[in-house]
């Protein structure tokens, strides 16, 4: 995959055709590979999409400021942001829906007259995911959260408004255990641990989430303890890409585990049907993924 820069990309491309992922790092991303299946399949049928292209775009944290006018002159229809951008472009851009404003992030932009408007498919991402794999909803869930950071605060606020009963969050540093806590101060349903204080009062049917990174390396230790995992418990892992601890004490107490995959397809999914109004075939972009992973495993 080709990695554009900002001083690199060619930004004569005809307004309403280009698509972007802004990032640093970003030579990882799985998402021009998801997407541009998706738009070529999806031409078939709507002509109009057949010169759209989505690229991605390695953009420091401290250009993120100069690249977004940028691409808003050249016409650029989208944009989806990764780390380290998704709490700073809220900052900078003047229209963001109320669920984005409430998570404190972004991940994807859609260009309007005077700027660009911001929305997070995350939490549609991840509330998907669970429905996917487990075949169960979120309402009345009863949903623990390993982990404080960015991602985590977006899932919790999509588990809130997807019906869950109690979220409790679990961290090792009770600083950002703290900063969380202030910031979704006044929402009921929540509870927060530090992981050496940690209740163990699980319902039984508990869904866990790995909302931290780590996962991303077979050797990294599970966020997890296995002691805690019992019959009739979820997993659900936002890190994807190798068989790791977490997933190797889930087989071993035979319980659901799924990885993150499956919220990476439906947050690509949900941005793709805002950009261009139409159905998004989910299928296409899940096996576009997969298939992109399965090369990298065989060449690493």
Known sequence: MHVHSL?????????GQRLVVLGDPISHSLSPFMHNAALNAMSVDS?????????AVRVPADRLAEALPRLHQAGVRGINLTIPHKVR??????DADPLSR???????????????????????????????????GLEGADVWIYGAGGAARGIVVACLEAGARRITVLNRSPERLGELQVDLAGRVGIRFFSLAAAPDDFDPEAILVNATSLGLK??????????????????????YGCFNRLASACREAGIPY????????????????????????A??????????????NQDG
């Open 7 to 15: 001083d690199n990309l060619d930004l004569s491309a005809p307004p």
């Open 102 to 136: 409430a998570m404190g992030a972004v991940n994807t932009l859609v260009r309007t007259e005077t700027g660009y408007r911001g929305t997070n498919t995350d939490g549609y991402g991840i509330v998907q995911a669970i429905r996917e794999h487990f075949d169960c």
């Open 47 to 55: 002509p109009e999409l057949a010169g759209w292209r989505y690229e």
């Open 89 to 94: 472009a809220l900052e900078l851009i003047g």
């Open 283 to 296: 299928q296409i972009m899940r096996v576009a993924a997969e298939n992109e992973l399965k090369l990298r």
């Open 218 to 239: 077979a050797s990294d230790r599970s966020p997890v303890e296995p002691s805690v995992l019992r019959a009739g418990m979820r997993v659900y892992d936002t890190t």
């Open 258 to 281: 799924a990885d993150g995959l499956s919220m990476l397809v439906w947050q690509g999914v949900r941005s793709l049907e805002i950009w261009t109004g139409k159905s998004v075939p």
